[in-house]
DNA sequence: CCACTGTGTCAGTTTGTGATTATATAAGTC
DNA sequence: GACTTATATAATCACAAACTGACACAGTGG
């Protein structure tokens, strides 16, 4: 499955977003989501599943409890992928700033339209 | 439709990715993606379509040729979405650069779950 | 006007994903 | 050991998405 598809589903977002702030638990995540989607126990347990599986959280075991995590690496071929487009917004960048942060190297795009 | 959904398919981030040196004829994207992925000329349509609807693309008649090409609010959108995330692996940031480039706040996360 | 090219739309079929209910497993508690 | 809590898995079902083939329609050139 690749990040695109993941990252698609709003739900599996969600928890992402939650995550941000620190580890926290299965129970805690299905918690909040439950109220915020509405949906079961298992479901929120599969887009639990397809985080773990895909690389985009780790878990820790702590008794019954599984804590959860943000992992980055899937996040950031995302991004990445996203470079090649920033020089359609960036154009009028605090240059150094961002030039030195991220290795761009593309200007502005110009036409090309094969016969 | 969510920005995230229209990245999931594959063709899609494909034809975005044609368009980043500049404008593009639907004929040479259809063929194109044709030989990469195997689809009809419809199929091709279609996801030109998505992309037109939800704002990926903008399109200029030039007789009967349809010329696509990026738009970048969607993708602007996704990246800020994304930033929030930044902070797990721009750790190590040339400062200032990001700093300015980006308006972040966030440091590195910590702990916190919920009883 | 006719035929041809370029591109979009429609209808129908197939497939994949997300949801649900029921159940399994594993760890604590009494 | 029986019971409860925390979480994952299994089986199944429903629906949205993607593909195809047939077709429509606007421009262009003879």
Redesign the pocket.
């Known amino acids: 499955?690749h990040a695109f598809?993941?990252l698609?589903?709003?739900?599996?977002r969600r928890i992402l977003e939650l995550l941000t702030d620190g580890e926290r638990?299965?129970?805690?995540?299905?918690e909040l989501i439950r109220s915020e989607?509405?949906?079961?126990?298992?479901?929120?347990?599969?887009?639990?599943?397809?985080l773990?599986e895909n690389g985009f959280t780790a878990?820790r075991?702590?008794?019954?409890?599984?804590?959860?995590s943000v992992e980055a690496e899937p996040l950031r071929e995302v991004d990445r992928w996203l470079e090649r487009f920033r020089g359609f917004w960036d154009q009028r960048l605090d240059a150094l700033g961002t030039e030195l942060a991220r290795g761009r190297r593309r200007g502005t795009p110009t036409r090309k339209d094969p016969p």
């Open positions: 499955m598809d993941v698609g589903d709003p739900v599996r638990s299965a129970g805690s995540i299905t989607f509405g949906i079961s126990q298992p479901g929120v347990s599969q887009h639990l599943r397809v773990r878990v075991a702590e008794g019954t409890r599984r804590l959860y």
